[in-house]
Nanobody, 126 residues
């Protein structure tokens, strides 16, 4: 069983930055992937970014590429999402997700992830 604890959400103004953190606990495999998804009321949960444990390759949604960066510490104890240039459309509840054995073709698919955090809210408003 894996548990994920998120932190770092809040309210900011357009153009500001936030850093979200995800701390997984429990057993993960070398081919695990950790991702961030986000969701607003009435909409599907959408992929934001992912990082694979094996090789550290990163993947981004087109809407955040160049503004958001997913990274991990050396021991894979924390996976962060640095969000720069935030805009009102980035407002959502952000979820950390982890899947053991996520294949590349499913890296952006929420159904590929077995474990989810509780979510942290990000509000971007002037």
């Amino acid at each position: 069983q894996v548990q994920l604890e998120e932190s770092g959400g809040g309210m900011v103004q357009p153009g500001d930055s936030l850093r979200l953190s995800c701390v997984p606990s429990g057993r993960t495999t070398n081919n695990a992937a950790t991702a961030w998804f986000r969701q607003t009321p009435g909409k599907e949960r959408e992929f934001v970014a992912a990082i694979r444990r094996n090789g550290g390759h990163t993947y981004y949604a087109d809407s955040v590429r160049g503004r958001f960066t997913i990274s991990r510490d050396g021991s894979w104890k924390t996976i962060d999402l640095q969000m720069n240039g935030l805009q009102p459309e980035d407002s959502a509840t952000y979820y950390c997700a982890l899947g053991n054995g996520v294949i590349l073709s499913s890296i952006r698919n929420k159904n590929a992830y077995s474990y989810w955090g509780q979510g942290t809210q990000v509000i971007v408003s002037s």
